[in-house]
């Protein structure tokens, strides 16, 4: 039972960190292009072959 006297506060502090590393990634603009990466990764191959060519 004295444990969770420590686990709580520890719980309430990790979540807050993890809320504000979450908000700061919106604030900097994290999430605002996300299928850019994808088409990077599936076009990437293509584009550096038409580049060689050249």
């Known amino acids: 039972m004295e444990s969770i006297y420590i ?3 520890i ?3 990790l979540v807050c960190v993890a809320v504000a590393i979450f908000l700061w ?3 900097s603009e994290q999430f605002e292009d996300l299928e850019r990466q994808g ?3 599936l076009f990437d191959e293509e584009d550096k072959k038409e580049n060689d060519k050249q």
């Open 7 to 9: 686990l709580i506060p």
């Open 11 to 13: 719980a309430i502090v």
């Open 25 to 27: 990634a919106v604030k």
């Open 39 to 41: 088409h990077n990764i």
